[in-house]
Every structure is written in structure tokens, then in C-alpha cells.
């Protein structure tokens, strides 16, 4: 929120998701791409952290990366992973967050690549590993270094406290709550709008700890949330807490 406006009971700076919990709910976006030694950026088929707090890349089993691993002479190619957010819905910037991995990529081995492809589904399900064996192969990241870039702000998080986390369990199913909840959404929009006054306001995003707007004027542009009266246990919880959101707003 910016500086000089009145407080609202509606729009203000509550707590929200800690940088690691942001990080890894930005991890489970599907823009990824991977710039590694040697070889420059390129898409990856998908890339995944674990429930556990692993990394895992999907890439094509021969060529390129594949191959650059294999031929590694330590066994691991120093490479950095990029993950990008953008709001599922159409605004000036959508670019909401920019998520940086860096570390070393290894081969998995042979007798633990079933079951990393488990882990792999359940925090990214992706038609992808079905070829993992086939024309696919999985590595994993070794992480050294984790940064998240939000609002012209980068923080560095240790890869303990990345791994440590989990994401966001209503920042990872915003796009089908915001289906579900369209009316009292833009309902909740045009409450913020009245009180920036003449600014345009757009919905930005959710998390458990409310939702998120941007706010577009003249001289640039600023997020808010309206906060939820406390964190949701989950996203079944959403629809009923935007209704209260607007039932506060009408109070």
C-alpha cells in the first residue's frame, strides 16, 4: 500500500507467506527454463520441487543437457534454474515473480528414478514423465543458491529453509478458485477500487492469507492484499472467506 492512505478495515499490510513458502509456490509455476555451462538457456519439459525439498528436471534423454551431464567430468554440470510467476489474468505487467536455482545438475540413478518420478508427480503432475525411460531422462539439482525476485526486491533464501517449506496451498490453486468465486472476486475489485479512488485496480492473486491486487496509476503501479481474518487451512476454505471479505467491506 502506499504511504498517505487512509487505513481501511478492507485493504492493509497483514503477514503473509514467508519468502521460502513464496519461493516454492513460484516453483510450482510451469515457465521453466535452465541456463547451464557450456550451453546457454533453453525450456526444460518441466521441473518440479519435491515434497521433500528436491529438485527435479525433466529433459530430452539424448542431446543437449542430457549429454552435457553425462560427459561431466566431475559427474555435475553447474546450472541455474529460472521459474517465473505471471497473474493468470490479463493486467499491464503480469510478471509477478522470477525464481532462481542454482546449484549443480546430476544424473539420477537408475533404481531411484520410479520413485522420483512419484515425488515428481505429486508436487507437478505433467503428461511429461510418462516419457522418463523413454525419450526422456530425469536429473536432479543440487541447490547452493536460491534468490526471489518480486517488486524490483531480490531476497536470498538458504536452500535449507527452500527445502524446508511448502507451497502455498492457495497460491498453487488460484486460477481454478478464481473461476469458481468470479462474482464475489469482482465484486471485492470494484470495493478496492472505491477506496484507491480514481486508480485502476486489477486482481493480482490469492494466498491463504488473502487476496492480492495491483494497483495502476499515473506514476507506476503497487500491490495490496485484502487480508482473510486469518490464514486458511486450505483452498476449500476460499470461497467462504471472500464472502466474508465482502461482508466485512459492506459492515
Known amino acids: 500500500m502506499t504511504t498517505g492512505r487512509p487505513t481501511s478495515p478492507l485493504v492493509r499490510r497483514p503477514a503473509g507467506p514467508t519468502a521460502a513458502e513464496r519461493a516454492r509456490t513460484v516453483a510450482t509455476r510451469p515457465a521453466v527454463s535452465v541456463c547451464a555451462l557450456g550451453l546457454g538457456t533453453s525450456r526444460l519439459q518441466a521441473a518440479a520441487t519435491t515434497d521433500a525439498g528436491q529438485v527435479l528436471v525433466v ?19 553447474p ?6 510467476s505471471r ?11 522470477r525464481l532462481e536455482l542454482a546449484g549443480w545438475l546430476v544424473p539420477v540413478p537408475a ?7 512419484l515425488d515428481f ?19 536432479r539439482l543440487d541447490v ?27 497460491g498453487v ?11 464475489p472476486l469482482a465484486q471485492l475489485c470494484g470495493r478496492v477500487r472505491a477506496w484507491t479512488g480514481d486508480d485502476a485496480v486489477h486482481l493480482l492473486g490469492a494466498d491463504r492469507y488473502g487476496v492480492l491486487f495491483r494497483v495502476e496509476h499515473r506514476r507506476g503501479c503497487y500491490d495490496l492484499r485484502t487480508p482473510f481474518a486469518a490464514p486458511l487451512p486450505g483452498a476449500s476454505a476460499f470461497p467462504a472467506a471472500v ?8 459492515a
Open 243 to 250: 464472502r466474508a471479505l465482502l461482508a466485512c467491506a459492506r
Open 87 to 97: 497473474s493468470p489474468l490479463p493486467l499491464r505487467n503480469p510478471l509477478r515473480a
Open 59 to 77: 529433459v530430452p534423454r539424448s542431446g543437449g543437457l542430457a549429454d552435457a551431464v553425462r560427459r561431466a567430468p566431475q559427474g555435475d554440470l
Open 79 to 84: 546450472a541455474r534454474v529460472t521459474v517465473t
Open 144 to 170: 547452493a543458491e536460491v534468490l526471489l525476485h518480486e517488486g524490483g526486491a531480490c531476497t536470498e533464501i538458504t536452500p535449507e529453509d527452500y527445502a524446508a517449506a511448502a507451497p502455498d496451498p492457495v
Open 121 to 139: 508427480a505429486a508436487a507437478r503432475p505433467t503428461d511429461v514423465l510418462l516419457d522418463v525411460g523413454l525419450t526422456a531422462t530425469l536429473l
Open 173 to 183: 490453486a488460484e486460477e481454478e478458485l478464481f473461476a469458481g468465486s468470479a462474482d
Open 111 to 117: 533404481e531411484d528414478e520410479g520413485d522420483l518420478v
